[in-house]
């Protein structure tokens, strides 16, 4: 064999892993193919006068990826000179402790894969790392845009007709006292019920007269229940975030009629909700 041969057949046997390397690159990527990793957002100063809805448009990128992205819940708190991340292909999700990369997948409608893969990998999650949601099919802390924005950290599960205050009152079943623990929103069975805040789920389940119940606790000392509802749509141990749909509303349990029962506690407490919402 020739000298020049040999040299021929060596760069031959060098490019085929090379060849392989750059095909199999578009498939690893597959509809997920944009840019990864830090590459993924960028950071922005608010100009003065700027909405978020303008730096949305003058990027191109969906209100409710910047409303997620920067935790921005309220669009006129907007502040000049303030730094803002706009993400790219996606949501950019800072991790909260308790926060698994299963609890995003259900919390964006995006698979587990599909989130590792835009990240470059994903193992365990650290509390304050930024991952790319890629292509997010729903974004939960969006109906802050309508609910919102959040008062004392909290947001109205949905918007119904108020029946019942906090407080004391004559029971509605056995008309003797007793004292509301939380306030009543009518509204038609079936009604997407959102979280108040982020939280874990701690319950999922029948509870006596709440009937179908889930509680979240936003490890603060707070913690919201929602009650007679018709169907659940968490597991405890989960962590949601704001916005995202815990249940569908129902008229389970002790109810005189299709409503959400919605409780605000501190310590086990239960507080009066209005004054910590909207
Ligand atoms: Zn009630």
Do not use: C
Not at 27 to 39: C, E, K, M, N, V
Not at 127 to 136: D, M, V
């Amino acid at each position: 064999m020739s000298k020049e041969a040999l040299v021929a057949l060596l760069l031959g046997l060098l490019l085929v892993p090379l060849l392989f390397l750059l095909l199999l690159e578009p498939d690893q990527g597959g509809p997920l193919a944009f840019p990864q990793g830090p590459t993924a957002w960028h950071s922005t100063v608010v100009q003065a006068g700027d909405t978020l809805s303008d730096i949305a448009d003058r990027y191109g990128v969906p209100l409710a990826y910047l409303v997620a992205t920067n935790d921005l819940f309220d669009p006129r708190a907007l502040l000049p000179g303030q730094e803002i991340i706009v993400p790219s292909g996606g949501v950019v999700h800072t991790v909260k402790p308790g926060q698994t990369l299963a609890d995003l997948a259900l919390t964006y409608g995006v698979t587990e894969e599909a989130i590792s893969a835009a990240n470059g990998g994903v193992g365990e999650l650290v509390p304050g790392e930024r991952l790319l949601i890629p292509h997010p099919s729903r974004v939960p802390q969006a109906a802050a845009l309508e609910l919102g924005p959040p008062r004392a950290g909290f947001i109205w599960p949905l918007r119904g007709r108020f029946t019942s205050g906090f407080g004391p009152r004559t029971h509605p079943v056995y008309g003797g006292s007793d004292f509301h623990t939380g306030i009543d929103l009518a509204v038609p069975v079936g009604t997407p019920v959102r979280a108040a805040a982020p939280g874990e789920v701690i319950w999922a389940g029948w509870r006596g007269n709440y009937g179908l119940l889930v509680v979240l606790d936003h490890q603060n000392g707070y913690s919201t229940y929602y009650a007679h509802l018709s169907q659940l749509r968490v597991s405890p141990g989960q962590f949601v975030e704001l916005g995202q749909v815990v249940a569908l509303s129902g008229n389970s349990g002790l109810s005189t009629g299709p409503h959400l029962h919605f409780e605000i506690r501190r310590w086990g407490e239960p507080l009066d909700p209005l004054p910590l919402l909207p």
